[in-house]
């Protein structure tokens, strides 16, 4: 799982990229709670972090972190769950749109029969999807790089939401960056399941090879740790008054073998994953993802 073991360029993962970035209808980067959960034994160095580990490095009162980051939290719908975040305003969320429909548009999930919480405290806050606002993914089929959804709660949720970027920032290569999935399902630190909001991961990471459109930044590679369940999770800039969401995740490099295999043993991946060096993929929050959003709220936030 950790980043160490890639060693390919990021070329080959675009060349290979049928394997994991375009097999949306396998949902694999959605958890299925229908699966089996092991607690999975680290092979290699992970550099993800619970609230509590996250808070124990930086020297700051673990109530301080999971303020900071509660607007990450957990998108259930029907049998699946994906990560999702608070962005621009407390009433919206953004995640990937493979929860909604494969790039093929066979359709999985219908968003109002969702439901989206956050963690603070101890405290669950649950809140139904009111709409889907707007989706990447336009019919007939869609491109993985519009692999992104912004959707509307019923009822606002209390958190801090992460800010909006410039529409001119950008990810490069080695830019550090905060990663943070509100479900991963090799990232069980305790025991039970009976919580909507399981263990949130925190990793900070490094953005890698960005993929251009137009002169438009439409993707971008990261050494950043992800498994299922990380997909629509937040890819944050620090500052010093806000995070700014930069990004959501969008899959991880595995293929459904080593998916599977990781499933039934317990064991994260241990061979090279098969798109190249690089841990996770991100949709950059830019352009049409961007527009979508700034409409859903109503303008930018301050």
Not at 160 to 176: F, T
Request: glycine share 8%.
């Amino acid at each position: 799982m950790s980043c160490r073991r890639y060693i390919a360029l990021w070329v080959v993962a675009v060349i290979c990229s049928t394997n994991a970035l375009d097999s949306n209808a396998r949902s694999e980067d959605i958890y299925t709670s229908h699966h089996p959960i092991h607690k999975i034994a680290v092979i290699d160095d992970d550099g993800r972090m619970t609230e509590e580990e996250y808070a124990q490095k930086k020297g700051v009162p673990v109530e301080e972190v999971q303020n900071r980051l509660a607007a990450t939290g957990v998108l259930k719908c029907d049998n699946d769950s994906t990560s999702a975040q608070i962005t621009g305003a407390n009433d919206t969320i953004t995640t990937v749109a493979h929860m909604f429909k494969s790039k093929e548009c066979a359709k999985r999930n219908e968003p109002k029969k969702c439901s989206f919480t956050v963690k603070v405290g101890g405290k669950e806050l649950t809140s139904l999807i009111a709409s889907l606002a707007d989706i990447g993914y336009k019919c007939p089929g869609g491109r993985r790089k519009d692999d992104w959804a912004v959707l509307k709660l019923q009822t606002p949720i209390g958190v801090k939401p992460y800010a909006l970027p410039y529409s001119d920032e950008k990810i490069w290569p080695d830019d550090p960056v905060i990663s943070i999935a509100a479900t991963s399902t090799d990232f069980y630190r305790v025991a039970g399941r009976d919580s909507r909001a399981p263990p949130k991961s925190i990793e900070e990471c490094q953005g890698r090879y960005p993929y251009f459109e137009d002169g438009l930044q439409v993707m971008f590679a990261s050494n950043c740790d992800s498994s299922q369940g990380s997909s629509g999770g937040s890819m944050l800039r620090e500052r010093k008054r806000h995070d700014v969401l930069m990004a959501i995740t969008a899959g991880n490099k595995e293929t459904a073998a080593q998916i599977n295999r990781a499933e039934r043993t317990g064991v994260p991946t241990s061979r090279a994953f098969a798109e190249g060096k690089w841990a996770s993929y991100h949709i950059p929050l830019k352009g049409a993802f961007l527009e979508a959003v700034e409409k859903a709220i109503g303008g930018r936030s301050p």
